[in-house]
T-cell receptor, first 113, second 112 residues
Framework: NAGVTQTPKFQVLKTGQSMTLQCAQD?????MSWYRQDPGMGLRLIHY???????DQGEVPNGYNVSRSTTEDFPLRLLSAAPSQTSVYFC????????????FGSGTQLSVL | DQQVKQNSPSLSVQEGRISILNCDYT??????FLWYKKYPAEGPTFLIS?????DKNEDGRFTVFLNKSAKHLSLHIVPSQPGDSAVYFC???????????FGKGMKLTVNP
């Protein structure tokens, strides 16, 4: 079982470049989300989606765009990368209600030079 | 404004002893609390949870205690094993919300 798959695992960008972090889940989960993990900051919610066609902002949405055209995929777009976006990014999904547990991908380590 | 606080960044215990990981929260509207474990180069994985209507939940070696009046919860691991060495995140969510809020994490090291 694949679960939540994130690609790429590692990426180095130059300031101002754009890129898309891919996330796919094969569990038919309606809810998907993106978190970033920074040293001493824990996990912070960037954007989330409760179903195809529906997205909403989390705690730190600036500089990131998302869309949800299918149940399976939830890509995260950096339109103009900045050094402050150097982080580890995790995609997560869950089934059912608000209290259900999240299933996380293995993460994407992004460095912006 | 940090709503979920894990004030101790690390804990080291001997194999076989008890590990106690603490978590405090400031938002009295939180209804559900979860603990996640994270190994290096992997995503977090769910460990155990507790509803605000309970004060204790147990799953094998793991027990979570909730003290609502103190806005405090703790995770007890008994007995601790070297494989428990990981970063542990406390998280909380308000009923009906879709925003799970995490603490900064705590690194547990269990020495053989």
């Amino acid at each position: 079982n694949a679960g939540v798959t994130q690609t790429p695992k590692f990426q180095v960008l130059k300031t101002g470049q754009s890129m898309t972090l891919q996330c796919a889940q094969d569990m038919n989960h309606e809810y998907m989300s993106w978190y970033r993990q920074d040293p001493g900051m824990g996990l912070r919610l960037i954007h989330y989606s409760v179903g195809a066609g529906i997205t909403d902002q989390g705690e730190v949405p600036n500089g990131y765009n998302v869309s949800r055209s299918t149940t399976e995929d939830f890509p995260l777009r950096l339109l103009s990368a900045a050094p402050s976006q150097t982080s580890v990014y995790f995609c997560a999904s869950k089934d059912g209600g608000w209290h259900e547990k999240l299933f996380f991908g293995s993460g994407t380590q992004l460095s912006v030079l | 404004d940090q709503q979920v606080k894990q004030n101790s960044p690390s804990l080291s215990v001997q194999e076989g002893r008890i590990s106690i990981l603490n978590c405090d929260y400031t938002n009295s509207m939180f209804d559900y609390f979860l603990w996640y474990k994270k190994y290096p180069a992997e995503g977090p994985t769910f460990l155990i949870s507790i509803s605000s209507i309970k004060d204790k939940n147990e799953d094998g070696r793991f027990t979570v205690f909730l003290n609502k009046s103190a806005k405090h919860l703790s995770l007890h691991i008994v007995p601790s094993q070297p494989g428990d060495s990981a970063v542990y995140f406390c998280a909380a969510i308000q009923g009906g919300s879709e925003k799970l809020v995490f603490g900064k994490g705590m690194k547990l090291t269990v020495n053989p």
